[in-house]
């Protein structure tokens, strides 16, 4: 609500000319606009300057290059004006910002535009910025995610009952104590036959799509200032193997505090902390001795809330880059919009330039529908032109 959380506003990127726009990506990608890195040899000097070009020539290699080479947004086409207009608005959303409203607000030529630009500004964030161990006191929280089937709720009341469900109850009245926990166990069984995921403890079985967002946090050193850096994952459950994998990629164990709920999942990894502080969620939600995990069940606040709120039943493939969104603007909530565009624009300058996205910017569809299928294309009559593209099935670079 202060005056220095607005620091920008979409009609100045409006009015910016293209080389105030290179001076301000360039000065957030190598911190200079003048000694510049070169995307080739990676020499940092004071390159060749070419206005007509709007790029470098460099002075080790002598090879050209702009301030968008060798990123995710190498290639682009919409003018950066607007690229850096859509970042700022993606800033703005405090939960999310949906690519079909950025695609209205800025005139973008189509839905698939703005999908892609936001799309790789996740990809620089996981890339970027979930990345690095932490360390001190770690919360660290489970919440289920995605496979919600929340289209099929959309416009229906909370207590919408279909009329397959209320015959179903009626048809379960009938039935005898024992009739009701037979009926019970060939549920289940038929659910784990289809794909269906077991939860470790609780014994329930949710739909194969059903995925859970695990948060690690670092918990502030000041008392009352929350965290200070977020961590996530994606696992398809809450077992002790999936909680250990993640401390072991995330966490500097030996030297950490670990503090979760009462979860079976944590019990074994706990040991290998220093200490391991646990709190009862069904008594209280901060234990007698300050034990508690509420910096982690923020993160999971802010996650459903994207997820139910603006994103709608986010698919499992994409549930982990969305997390990463989330924890970051987590970490960077009391950030204005625009220093928090700057630095996630920062992660993904830095993070290097995508096979993926270098294959539908430079239009060589076929070539990655080759990659990953592994079907031989026709033959061209004549010589071969370029090099050969491999036609065995691998897995995708990203």
């Given at each position: 609500?202060?005056?220095?959380?607005?620091?920008?506003?979409?009609?100045?990127?409006?009015?910016?000319?293209?080389?105030r726009?290179?001076?301000?990506?360039?000065?957030?990608?190598?911190?200079?606009?003048?000694?510049?890195?070169?995307?080739?040899?990676?020499?940092?000097?004071?390159?060749?300057?070419s206005?007509?070009?709007?790029?470098?020539?460099?002075?080790?290699?002598?090879?050209?290059?702009?301030?968008?080479s060798?990123?995710?947004f190498a290639?682009?086409?919409?003018?950066?004006q607007k690229?850096?207009?859509a970042?700022?608005?993606?800033?703005?959303?405090?939960?999310?910002?949906?690519?079909?409203?950025l695609?209205?607000?800025?005139?973008?030529?189509?839905?698939?535009?703005a999908?892609?630009?936001?799309?790789?500004?996740?990809?620089?964030?996981v890339?970027g910025?979930?990345t690095?161990?932490?360390?001190?006191i770690?919360?660290?929280?489970?919440?289920?995610?995605s496979?919600?089937?929340?289209?099929?709720?959309?416009?229906?009341?909370?207590?919408?009952?279909?009329?397959?469900?209320?015959?179903?109850d009626?048809?379960?009245?009938?039935?005898?104590?024992?009739?009701?926990?037979?009926?019970?166990?060939?549920?289940?069984?038929?659910a784990?036959?289809?794909?269906?995921n077991?939860?470790?403890?609780?014994?329930?079985?949710?739909?194969?799509?059903?995925?859970?967002?695990?948060?690690?946090?670092?918990?502030?050193?000041?008392?009352g200032?929350?965290?200070?850096?977020?961590?996530?994952?994606?696992?398809?459950?809450?077992?002790?193997?999936?909680?250990?994998?993640?401390?072991?990629?995330?966490v500097?164990?030996?030297?950490?505090?670990?503090?979760?709920?009462?979860?079976?999942a944590f019990?074994?990894?706990?040991?290998?902390?220093?200490?391991?502080?646990?709190?009862?969620?069904?008594?209280?939600l901060?234990?007698?001795d300050?034990?508690h995990?509420?910096?982690?069940?923020?993160?999971?606040?802010?996650?459903?809330?994207?997820e139910?709120?603006?994103?709608?039943?986010?698919?499992?493939?994409?549930?982990?880059?969305?997390?990463?969104?989330?924890?970051?603007?987590?970490?960077?909530r009391?950030?204005?919009?625009?220093?928090?565009?700057?630095?996630?624009?920062?992660h993904?300058?830095?993070?290097?330039?995508?096979?993926?996205?270098?294959?539908?910017?430079?239009g060589?569809?076929?070539?990655?529908?080759i990659?990953?299928?592994?079907?031989?294309?026709?033959r061209?009559?004549?010589?071969?032109?370029?090099?050969?593209?491999?036609?065995?099935?691998?897995?995708?670079?990203?």
């Amino acid at each position: 609500m202060s005056s220095k959380a607005v620091d920008r506003s979409v009609e100045e990127f409006s009015r910016w000319s293209d080389l105030r726009c290179i001076r301000h990506l360039a000065q957030v990608r190598w911190g200079s606009y003048v000694d510049v890195v070169c995307g080739h040899c990676n020499t940092c000097a004071d390159h060749y300057w070419s206005a007509k070009e709007m790029r470098w020539k460099c002075k080790a290699c002598g090879k050209r290059f702009s301030v968008t080479s060798q990123t995710v947004f190498a290639n682009r086409r919409i003018p950066l004006q607007k690229l850096l207009a859509a970042l700022h608005l993606w800033a703005c959303g405090a939960a999310g910002q949906p690519a079909l409203e950025l695609r209205r607000m800025l005139k973008l030529g189509g839905y698939n535009t703005a999908f892609t630009l936001v799309s790789k500004l996740r990809e620089g964030l996981v890339r970027g910025f979930n990345t690095g161990l932490i360390s001190g006191i770690v919360e660290m929280d489970g919440a289920h995610a995605s496979g919600r089937r929340a289209s099929e709720k959309r416009g229906k009341p909370l207590n919408h009952r279909s009329a397959e469900a209320i015959a179903e109850d009626e048809e379960l009245a009938l039935l005898t104590s024992a009739a009701k926990t037979k009926k019970r166990k060939q549920d289940k069984a038929e659910a784990l036959a289809a794909g269906g995921n077991l939860h470790p403890e609780h014994g329930n079985v949710f739909p194969p799509t059903r995925r859970v967002v695990v948060t690690l946090r670092k918990r502030h050193t000041s008392a009352g200032s929350g965290s200070s850096i977020t961590r996530v994952g994606v696992g398809i459950a809450e077992t002790p193997e999936v909680m250990e994998a993640l401390a072991k990629r995330y966490v500097a164990v030996p030297e950490s505090v670990l503090s979760t709920d009462t979860g079976t999942a944590f019990n074994k990894l706990g040991k290998k902390f220093q200490l391991h502080l646990q709190v009862n969620h069904s008594e209280t939600l901060v234990g007698p001795d300050g034990e508690h995990s509420n910096n982690a069940e923020s993160f999971s606040a802010r996650q459903d809330r994207s997820e139910k709120g603006v994103y709608m039943n986010i698919e499992p493939k994409y549930l982990h880059d969305y997390a990463v969104e989330t924890a970051f603007r987590e970490d960077y909530r009391r950030f204005a919009p625009g220093k928090a565009a700057d630095l996630a624009l920062h992660h993904a300058l830095n993070v290097g330039e995508s096979h993926f996205w270098r294959g539908f910017t430079h239009g060589h569809h076929r070539k990655y529908e080759i990659l990953a299928t592994g079907n031989k294309p026709a033959r061209a009559s004549g010589p071969a032109k370029g090099p050969r593209v491999p036609t065995r099935p691998r897995q995708m670079p990203w």
